[in-house]
């Protein structure tokens, strides 16, 4: 059962210091609110299969709940790392679902690819798979999407999903416990994390953009003088 002190929080729809606890926090609040320690294990779920959920405000408000009584620290740890391990054997299996053959076909259809882009790819995953899979947990976004190339190149189940645990606890056991030791400032956790994915999200679009233009130039290299 959630605290009363907790339902007061959430009906009165505030955080701590006053602000609104609405959008993700008050879902995850519900969720929590309904089913306890399970509840943030079924939003952490949903956040892998849906990247824009984020985990920096899911993570914290659980160990926050944790704090106020409505269920133990180490509930909240088992359930939020066991929703992350669901939701990644989800994507792991769209992935496997969709399989290599098919991967090619969608591929050769894309404009600007080539196939040895593909190839060279699937070389790559052979070499860095394990610490793409192990160090991606911990990458906003990126940690849903690796999923979903480790099912297409039937990386072992077994190896994905004991890499996918060990990172997501990692990943986890930092935010619930920063939410449980800030209490009523859990929120705070979210603007440094916030920072951090709005980094990882330029990187990876200057990458793409660079990527982009010398594919580009290299498709009119390749063109005949008067073509």
């Known amino acids: 059962m959630i605290t009363a002190g907790l339902i007061a929080l959430a009906a009165a729809g505030t955080s701590g210091d006053g602000e609104e606890l609405t959008g993700v926090a008050g879902w995850a609040v519900d969720l929590m609110e309904r089913l306890g320690a399970p509840g943030a294990g079924v939003a952490i779920a949903l956040e892998n ?128 416990l920063a939410g449980y030791w800030l209490g009523e400032q859990w929120h705070r956790v979210e603007g440094y994390a916030g920072t951090f994915q709005y980094v990882v999200i330029a990187v990876v679009v200057g990458l793409a953009c660079w990527w982009l233009v010398n594919r580009v130039r290299s498709i009119r290299h390749q063109r005949p003088a008067g073509g």
């Open 49 to 176: 299969l849906f990247p824009p959920l984020p985990s920096e405000v899911i993570l914290p408000l659980a160990g926050f709940t944790a704090s106020q009584g409505s269920f133990s620290l180490a509930s909240a740890l088992f359930w939020t790392t066991a929703g992350s391990v669901v939701g990644a054997a989800v994507l792991y299996l769209l992935g496997a679902v969709v399989g290599r053959r098919r991967m090619y076909w969608i591929w050769e259809r894309l404009p600007l690819v080539k196939l040895e882009d593909l190839e060279r790819t699937e070389r790559w995953f052979d070499r860095h798979g394990r610490k793409a899979v192990f160090f991606g947990r911990m990458i906003p976004i990126f940690r849903s999407l690796i999923s979903v190339p480790a099912g297409v190149e039937r990386m072992p189940a077994w190896q994905f999903l004991g890499l996918t645990l060990a990172g997501s606890a990692i990943w986890n056991v930092v935010f619930v």
